[in-house]
């Protein structure tokens, strides 16, 4: 694996699985691919677990780590070609990656969709600038269009927890007093439509997501209608993808947070959620603190889906 940014990237899902459940029974049992390799994780956003279980992961297959948070302690980067650098950004991300490809062998990169310019968004314009003038393995710690270490995190999540072999996983909008992107759904959408589920998403009209994610998923405008027999519940807000509402808020309709309301026709369904989550927008507290919830499993995951990552791509470096 050379880069990391969407679920075509793991190849077959099956053996990565496989892997995924080898190292979470031995952590370190692949300490030596990491040694002397320095692991550079570079966040444009906040975050909480993809920081910790990045870092984690990296120390468990003996990597030197080091973070950089570009909002706080480096220089303001200017990500556009062509601009007159007359304002606060005093360096280039064109000169930052590879000054900082220099002093490390894999990078991660976290660098959310801006929600102003949807082509610059969609044509992941950050990631890929860094895949292309780094000459480093890049893997995504959350991009503008996709989460691909959550989603792996919620397939291995779903493959240990599911009671049916084919179990039905329903992805629903719900919502959320901030514009967020589609990165966190349209990742989910695209590992469930490659794992052996019956998947559906449910949404208020107006948030259909970008047809590449949706695929052959069922879309179900009615939020009780598709929770019926659901065995997997995995909610999150977005903001609208259709034009020209791009990146806007168009519903903060309070009926969609998941409550007993809607679990309760569902067959006992596990509730899910990448974290942090708004409760009582999003979730009730009784839901998400019932023993059916999985939020602290994902988010305990994420340091496996990360290590498979990591060590494959530090095993391409061999
Ligand atoms: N789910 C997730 O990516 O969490 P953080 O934003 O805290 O990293």
Redo the contacts with the bound molecule.
């Keep these: 694996m050379k880069t990391y940014t969407n679920v075509k990237d793991l190849g077959s899902i099956t053996e990565a699985l496989k892997e995924a459940f080898e190292i979470k029974k031995n952590r370190f049992a692949h300490k030596y691919l990491g040694e002397n390799k320095t692991l550079l994780m570079v966040f444009f956003n ?6 910790l279980s990045t870092q984690k992961a990296g120390m468990n297959l003996g990597m030197n780590t080091m973070v950089l948070d570009i909002q706080s302690g480096a220089w303001k980067l200017e990500t556009e070609r062509g601009v007159v650098m007359d304002g606060d950004k005093p360096e280039h991300i064109l000169e930052a990656i590879p000054v900082m490809a220099s002093y490390c062998d894999i990078i991660g990169v976290r660098a959310f969709a801006g929600l102003v310019d949807k082509a610059f968004d969609y044509q992941e314009t950050i990631i890929n600038q860094f895949i292309a003038y780094s000459g480093k393995p890049v893997f995504s710690m ?1 991009a503008a269009t996709g ?1 691909p270490l ?1 989603a792996f995190a919620d397939l291995i999540t779903i493959e240990e927890y599911k009671k049916t072999a084919r179990p039905k996983v329903v992805l629903t909008w719900a919502p959320h007093p901030k514009a967020l992107p589609q990165a966190v759904p349209n990742s989910f959408a695209d590992f469930m439509n490659e794992a052996d589920v019956e998947f559906v998403i449910t949404h208020p009209e107006g948030y259909e997501l970008a047809p590449q994610f949706v695929r052959n998923a069922g879309v179900e405008y009615d939020q009780i209608k598709a929770f019926e027999g659901a065995d997997f519940i995995y909610a999150k807000n977005w903001s609208a993808y259709q034009d020209p509402h791009y990146g806007t808020i168009l519903s903060t309709d309070r009926s969609w947070t998941v409550s007993d309301r809607q679990m309760a026709v569902t067959h006992e369904a596990h509730f899910m959620h ?3 989550v708004r409760r009582n927008m999003i979730v009730s507290d009784s839901v998400i603190e019932n023993a059916q919830s999985l939020v602290i499993q994902q ?1 305990a995951n ?1 340091e496996i889906s990360a290590q498979v990552v990591i060590k494959r791509l530090l095993e391409n470096t061999l």
Excluded at 46 to 51: A, G, K, N, P, V
């Design positions: 906040s975050s909480l677990r993809t920081r959350e989460h959550q990448c974290l942090p988010a994420r």
